[in-house]
């Protein structure tokens, strides 16, 4: 089972998802087809797992951004957003996120294959999503137009 609770109060183990904004673009990641889980490439976003060095789920999320993309996360808000499953025959939970970056210049790792900076209509399009994407659409526009008034 992914849930483990440990001595500084986080549950490591559990997932984190995170979408990527600068300059009101999103970024999506072009996973390889060589993933344990899914043997396919398709367009997503940074996702990974909390560890034991993070002392939040916001540290997992800027850690995960960081292995992936090379990025330095501004700031990071925790949305509406988490998803139950089975992963590899692990009961995980999922949290969303959306992680604010200062600069575009991605340098991927061995997880990903490719990058595109999108438009939020483009992202919806693009992206793999196993749930409403009209859902997804409405959540990631309040938060960037509530990010954008507060600037």
Excluded at 9 to 32: A, C, Q
Excluded at 60 to 81: G, H, M, Q, W
Excluded at 118 to 134: G, M, P, S, T, V
Aim: proline share 1%; hydrophobic share 35%.
């Amino acid at each position: 089972m992914c849930l483990e609770r440990s001595e500084r109060n986080v549950w490591y183990n559990e997932k984190i998802l995170t979408f990527i904004v600068n300059k009101n673009k999103l970024l999506l990641l072009k996973g390889s087809d060589k993933d344990p889980q899914f043997h396919e490439s398709f367009w997503y976003t940074v996702t990974g797992s909390a560890e034991k060095i993070d002392n939040s789920l916001e540290d997992a999320v800027k850690r995960e951004v960081k292995e992936e993309t090379n990025l330095e996360i501004t700031r990071t808000d925790k949305i509406p957003l988490i998803f139950e499953y089975e992963s590899l025959g692990k009961n995980c939970v999922e949290h969303g996120f959306i992680s604010y970056v200062a600069k575009d210049r991605v340098i991927l790792n061995k997880e990903n294959i490719d990058y595109k900076w999108c438009n939020i209509d483009e992202f919806i399009q693009l992206i793999k999503w196993y749930d409403d994407k009209e859902k997804l659409l409405k959540i990631l526009m309040n938060n960037i137009n509530k990010r954008n008034k507060n600037e």
